[in-house]
């Protein structure tokens, strides 16, 4: 059974930081491509962050420069250390297990809301 479960979500103020992480089982984790989405209220799920298995990776305008994203493949764990965090980052955030687009999975999400 895949399970990837994501934890490290909260309340945190403009211009603080938060690191997500997301454990996955079930899978060979390190061929897989994997990234972070989010989805605010009432908009339509997007894409944050990807790792790919060689390690190279790719961020969406609106957080370059202030996300990273990283894995270890020995824990099994991506990461999502979230700095100069802004109200419009506050969304659900998804973790995904891409390989190839012929396999798909997803996390459950957790809550991050930024505000003071």
């Known amino acids: 059974q895949v399970q990837l479960v994501e934890s490290g979500g909260g309340l945190v103020q403009p211009g603080g930081s938060l690191r997500l992480s997301c454990a996955a089982s079930?899978?060979?984790?390190?061929?897989?491509?994997m990234g972070w989405y989010r989805q605010a209220p009432g908009k339509q799920r997007e894409l944050v962050a990807t790792i790919t298995s060689g390690g190279s990776t790719n961020y969406a305008d609106s957080v370059k420069g202030r996300f990273t994203i990283s894995r270890d493949n020995a824990k099994n764990t991506v990461y999502l250390q979230m700095n100069m965090l802004k109200p419009e980052d506050t969304a659900v955030y998804y973790c995904?297990?891409?390989?190839?687009?012929?396999?798909?999975?997803w996390g459950q999400g957790t809550q991050v809301t930024v505000s003071s």
């Open positions: 995904n297990g891409d390989f190839r687009r012929v396999l798909d999975y």
């Open positions: 079930g899978i060979i984790f390190s061929i897989y491509t």
